[in-house]
């Protein structure tokens, strides 16, 4: 069974503030995600690394940077946190689909709610 | 420009009747769609898929529908239960990493 955690469910910060959001997979999937969620947004992608110190922008990178130092483990960081960053902030991870496969699934963790005073 | 709508905010189902919720999407690369259910302060959950050459795909109560020629898929719950009750979300795929995520429907069942 796949599991994605994320360090915390439920996360109070000050703007300008420094704030890390951290993600643990147990699947050993060489893909991992970071998403923001917002009413009538949907979910947007703000960074994808493909692997071990690889990483791309998403659809909204800006304000947001991340890490990934090990395979299991892909950080979010938010250099000065702005009360437009206040969203759930979802994180998951997938292994590439092979060529001719018919779908792959991406796994997401519970979530963090993040808000920015 | 939205690749993928979900065109309804809200739906609101007795319960044992049936559950219909929509998608469209405009890019034709897409060649596989998923579905995911979730829960208030939860990650989403998936919940079923289909590839692009499939125009229907089952699993229990669940059956996802794909009409590749008007670009739409849906998603029939039969018959629903107040479990049931999440944000659906439609997504789509093609042969990058990205899924695109439409905006969510509210399902409510009602007992």
């Known amino acids: 069974d796949v599991k994605v955690t994320q360090s915390s469910r439920y996360l109070v910060k000050r703007t300008g503030e420094k704030v890390f959001l951290e993600c643990v997979q147990d699947m050993d999937h060489e893909n991992m995600f970071w998403y923001r969620q917002d009413p009538g947004l949907g979910l947007r992608l703000i960074y994808f690394s493909y692997d071990v110190k690889m990483k791309e922008k998403g659809d909204i990178p800006e304000g947001y940077s991340v890490s990934r130092e090990k395979k299991e483990r892909f950080s979010l960081i938010l250099e000065s946190a702005s009360t437009n960053q206040t969203s759930m902030y979802l994180c998951a991870s997938r292994t590439p689909r092979l060529a001719g496969e018919g779908t792959d699934t991406q796994y997401f963790g519970p979530g963090t709610r993040l808000t920015v005073l | 420009d939205q690749q993928v709508k979900q065109n309804s905010p809200s739906l609101s189902v007795q319960e044992g009747r049936i559950s219909i919720l929509n998608c469209d999407y405009t890019n034709s690369m897409f060649d596989y769609f998923l579905w995911y259910k979730k829960y208030p302060a939860e990650g989403p959950t998936f919940l079923i898929s289909?590839?692009?050459?499939?125009d229907k795909n089952e699993d229990g109560r669940f059956t996802v529908f794909l009409n590749k020629s008007a670009k739409h898929l849906s998603l029939h719950i039969v018959p629903s239960q107040p479990g049931d009750s999440a944000v659906y979300f439609c997504a789509a795929g093609d042969s990058s990493y990205k899924l695109i995520f439409g905006s969510g429907t509210r399902l409510l069942v009602r007992p």
């Open positions: 289909i590839s692009s050459i499939k």
